[in-house]
């Protein structure tokens, strides 16, 4: 299902960088990318939320943040997202 809905995002646009928030979804994202033939991290950045222990074992390469769920307890997506879009161009969060 990642796969394809990484398949899917390449098809309609070519971003920078694909943020997975899961280890199923990074482990998809990452076999899209390899099967058509994009290298992470030279073509696109592939990072990871939630450390599963194999993020620096696959190939390709991904960067992986783990811990964050104490921390931020569901906040991160809506942080990205606003500092992406504009909403928010303040401090960086702590």
């Given at each position: 299902?990642?796969?394809?809905?990484?398949?899917q995002l390449l098809a309609r646009t070519?971003?920078?960088?694909?943020?997975?928030?899961g280890p199923r979804i990074a482990v998809?994202?990452?076999?899209?990318l390899r099967e058509l033939g994009l290298?992470?991290?030279k073509d696109i950045a592939l990072v990871g939320v939630d450390d599963f222990?194999?993020?620096s074992d696959l190939d390709p390469f991904m960067t992986v943040v783990r811990d964050l769920k104490s921390k931020w307890d569901g906040k991160l997506p809506q942080l990205l997202f606003d500092r992406i879009?504009?909403?928010?161009?303040g401090p960086r969060e702590k």
């Open positions: 299902m990642a796969n394809n809905m990484a398949r070519r971003p920078d960088a694909l943020f997975a928030l998809g994202a990452a076999t899209a290298r992470v991290p222990g194999m993020g879009s504009g909403r928010y161009d």
